[in-house]
Structure formats: structure tokens, C-alpha cells
């Protein structure tokens, strides 16, 4: 099983000075700055504004209502979030149909959902106006989840669009795969106007932006590296972006300019060629190539698609060695460097970026840098690797750091994520709702010891 490493003593760091050398002294210059102000300049995309530099993003608390509404759980969360100050709020994935659900409690967009969702919105926006007088740029992320489908009774239900010997047998968020259906042209036309349908209520439910995901392991990003498959959807750079360019055309058709589309993109997939997008076109071989997204982006940018989240299956994985596999492997190969991955991802980025000028970025891997992360957005856009830096379990585990950056100047390690994976296990092993069981342990704890621990919790 994988074996996340943790080589560094964050708790004997005690300036962002003292990051930056020991990073630098293990090859990793990560872009570091002590003063944070710049995380305070507003970015703009088209005529609104984003009030800071700090995006909180999609992590999704597998605790949405069966019926595919927002639970308690979920108003809770938002309202967190918004209430800590971060400028934009990238809501979790929403599935745009019941088979496309990644687990039985995933929110779905349709419109009996709609009102709640909006409900929620609205309430986090309240939150946030009065903290602080002014709302987040939200953004609803919509997804099909493809080869990482269940259903309600969390059987793992794959609907791939081509066949993955990398992939191929084990799909579910555990590990587990049912047997894969690939998707026809047919099937993938009718997600395209689900993904064009579930914008269409986004707007409705009073987001800016939607993100069409095309990340992780989800069928967008599929198609993207769909090589082998044979049609419209496989084979050419213009094939494997058709679906996306439908999607967007299709919302543009509908609602003009009145929502912002956006995209989640991985940079590269950690999935030798061909069956990973992003990477060198050499069989078996493991080395990112970032001509393709890159020539992505660029079209992207062109059809005033500009705010680009950059991702890849999991920023710890590194795009070299084992890649995506080391997740499933023993051994010394198996093992992870966390930081290697996010480093790798953070300069990925910095490539696309220098390429791409229209594009506004932003960047993925930073809670593993704990009481660090808000100096490394400063300097990441100091030094032009990014517009805004992205954070996900930071979100769970420590939602008002923002707060915290703009009246202290920094970030406090003893509320920081503390990398535990615990959030993983209570959806890994648990197939329950998540959030952050250390920091957060009013709700969290007593559900990990349930159902991780399977501890009688009463
Ligand atoms: C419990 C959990 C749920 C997640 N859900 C989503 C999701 O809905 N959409 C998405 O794009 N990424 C999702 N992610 C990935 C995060 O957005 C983020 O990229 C990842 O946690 C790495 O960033 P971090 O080191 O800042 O946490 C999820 C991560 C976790 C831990
Ligand atoms: S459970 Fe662990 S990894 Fe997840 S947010 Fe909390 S501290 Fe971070």
C-alpha cells in the first residue's frame, strides 16, 4: 500500500526564510515571500472581481442529501468557508446526473435541487458580506465521475471512455473496480448536454463561474488522453477536446456571457502515453510534456475561457517514477514525496503560465506546506507562477486562515492541515461524509472512530 513520506520538520521552521533554504538545500526553490500583502490585491475576471488571492478549492464532503440536495453538512462548510475570508470559493464537485455520482451522498444538480443549492450560496454569501462586506467569486464545479462512478449502494459502477491497463482495475475512491462499461459516442453526447443543462441551473443558483472539470480521474479529463479510442471523441488532439469545446460552445449558446466558464485541467496525468494526457509521446515512459495542455489552455484563453485551476490526479504524485501507481504499489517504489509532486506541479504551472499570458491561474498542492502556504501564493505571484494559490484540506482543517493572513501576516502552524490523510480514510475505507478529524473534531471524530475505527462510539 502507498507510503507517503514526510521528510521535512515543519515544527523547526520558524520563519518562511528557513522554508525556503531547507527547500532549496533538498532542490526544490520553491517561490517564497516573508511579506503577504499581495495575497490583499483583488484579481478581475471580465467585469467582477475577485476580492483576494487565496481560492479555497473543490473537496467534496461526500454529505449531500440521497435525493441530491445539500445537507446540513454542506451549508455548514460553506458558511465556514466563507466566513474565513478566502476571496474565491471553488464549490465541490456536483454530479450532472444520478449515474455520474462518484458515491450515493455526492449533491446532484437537476432542477428539484436547484433552490437548496442556491439556498446555500446565498447563506455562505451572507456569512461572508457580514464579516467582511463583500461576497467570494464562486464557482460551481460540474462533473461526470466516468471511471470513478458508484452507485447507491457505493457498487463501483466504471464508465470509461477507452481501456486503461493502468486504471482499469481498480476505479472506485477504494481501490475497487466493477466491470467497465465504455461509454459510446451516444453516451458521451448525452453528458455534453449535461454538463450544458447543469450550467444552465448554476446560473440559475447564482454562481459565477461554472467549472467544466477536466481533471483527475473523472471522464472529461478521460477523453483527453482517450488515444486509443476510435471516432470522434479519440485519436486527435481535436477528437480528445471535442466534448470540452462542445460543452463550452453549448453554454455560451444558452447564456451568453452571464456565467464565467472556468476550467479544473490536470497538467499532465502521471499515466504513461497512451493512456495519460501530458505526457511524452513514448510508450511506457514517464515524463511530462506539456505541449498539449499547453496548446489547450491557449485555445481555452482564446474562447475567453481565462481562469484555469491546474491540477493533476493528486498533487502528490509525481509525474516521474511510479507516477498515479504508487498509490496501488508495495515497496520502496511505492513510496511518495509529497513535496517532489507539488514542486513539480507548482513549476508545471509556471511553464503554462509563461506560455498561456491571458490565462489567470491558479495553483494546487499548498496545504502540504502548512504554515507556509499563504508565503508561497505571495511569492508564487510575485515571481509569476500563478494569480491565486489553491488550497483544499487546508479548507477543512483551518477555513479562517485568510483571517488569520490579513491581521497577523501569517499563518499559525497549530491550526494548520496536519497531513493525516484521515479525510481520505473516512471516504477510502469508511464510505461516510468527510471533513477534518483533527481540527475539526466536533463532527469528524466521532464519525472516523465509527467508521474507520469501527469503534463503539456511544
Ligand atoms: C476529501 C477530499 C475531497 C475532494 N474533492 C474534490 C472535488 O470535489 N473536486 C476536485 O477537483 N478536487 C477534490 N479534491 C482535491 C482537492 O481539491 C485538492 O486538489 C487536493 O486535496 C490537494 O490539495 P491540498 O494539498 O491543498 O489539499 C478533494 C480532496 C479531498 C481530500
Ligand atoms: S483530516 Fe488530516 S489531512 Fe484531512 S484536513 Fe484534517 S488534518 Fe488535514
Known amino acids: 500500500m502507498k507510503k507517503v513520506l514526510n521528510p521535512f520538520k515543519f515544527n523547526q521552521m520558524n520563519t518562511p ?68 475570508g478566502a476571496g474565491m470559493l471553488w464549490y465541490e464537485s456536483i454530479a450532472i446526473s444520478e449515474d455520474g455520482r462518484c458515491n450515493p451522498l455526492q449533491m446532484v444538480i ?45 457498487q463501483s459502477t466504471p464508465l ?38 447543469g450550467a444552465i441551473l448554476a446560473h440559475q443558483a447564482g454562481f459565477d463561474a461554472v467549472d467544466v472539470k477536466v481533471c483527475h480521474e473523472y471522464i472529461l479529463r478521460e477523453l483527453l488522453s482517450a488515444f486509443t479510442r476510435p471516432g470522434k471523441f479519440g485519436g486527435s488532439f481535436e477528437n480528445r477536446t471535442r466534448a470540452l469545446f462542445m460543452i463550452i460552445d453549448g453554454i455560451r449558446k444558452n447564456l451568453g456571457n452571464a456565467i464565467d466558464i472556468c476550467v479544473r485541467l490536470n497538467a499532465y496525468d502521471c499515466v504513461p502515453y ?25 485555445m481555452l484563453v482564446e474562447r475567453d475561457v481565462r481562469l484555469i485551476d491546474l491540477s493533476t490526479m493528486m498533487p502528490r504524485y509525481q509525474p516521474y517514477g511510479r507516477g498515479l501507481m ?32 491571458g490565462g489567470i491561474f491558479v495553483c494546487t498542492g499548498l496545504t502540504w506546506l502548512e504554515q507556509f502556504g499563504g508565503n508561497v501564493t505571495a511569492g508564487g505571484i510575485n515571481q509569476g507562477w500563478f494569480d491565486l494559490g489553491g488550497f483544499g484540506r487546508q479548507g477543512f482543517a483551518y477555513p479562517d ?58
Open 17 to 84: 526564510k528557513d522554508f525556503e533554504d531547507v527547500m532549496k538545500a533538498a532542490g526544490m526553490p520553491f517561490p517564497v515571500d516573508e511579506n503577504v500583502d499581495i495575497l490583499f490585491e483583488p484579481i478581475q475576471i471580465g467585469d467582477k472581481t475577485v476580492p483576494n488571492r487565496i481560492c479555497l478549492q473543490p473537496c467534496e464532503g461526500f454529505d449531500g442529501n440521497p435525493d441530491g440536495s445539500p445537507s446540513e453538512l454542506d451549508f455548514r462548510r460553506y458558511k465556514r468557508y466563507a466566513g474565513g
Open 110 to 154: 437537476r432542477p428539484s435541487t436547484v433552490a437548496e443549492i442556491k439556498r446555500m450560496v446565498d447563506e455562505a454569501n451572507a456569512v461572508a458580506v457580514e464579516n467582511f462586506g463583500r461576497r467570494p467569486y464562486n464557482i460551481l464545479q460540474l462533473t461526470h465521475s466516468g471511471r470513478r462512478s458508484n452507485d447507491k449502494n457505493w
Open 160 to 197: 470509461a471512455v477507452c481501456e486503461n491497463p493502468y486504471m482499469d482495475d481498480h476505479n472506485s475512491i477504494d481501490g475497487s473496480s466493477g466491470k467497465i462499461t465504455i461509454a459510446t459516442d451516444d453516451k458521451i453526447e448525452e453528458i455534453i448536454r449535461g454538463f450544458i443543462d
Open 274 to 298: 497512451p493512456y495519460g494526457w501530458g505526457m511524452k509521446k513514448e510508450e511506457g515512459v514517464m515524463e511530462p510534456d506539456l505541449t498539449e495542455p499547453i496548446k489547450l489552455c491557449q
Open 326 to 357: 504508487a498509490e496501488h504499489e508495495d515497496g520502496p517504489e511505492a513510496e511518495i514525496n509529497p513535496y517532489k509532486g507539488t514542486f513539480d506541479l507548482l513549476k508545471a504551472t509556471k511553464e503554462i503560465k509563461e506560455a498561456v499570458p
Open 401 to 458: 486562515f485568510v483571517r488569520d493572513l490579513k491581521e497577523h501576516k501569517t499563518m499559525f502552524r497549530n491550526k494548520c492541515c496536519m497531513l493525516c490523510d484521515k479525510c481520505y480514510d473516512l471516504i477510502q475505507i469508511g464510505h461516510c461524509q468527510t471533513g477534518c478529524v483533527m481540527r475539526d473534531q466536533e463532527i469528524y471524530l466521532s464519525l472516523y472512530r465509527e467508521k474507520v475505527q469501527h469503534k463503539d462510539t456511544k
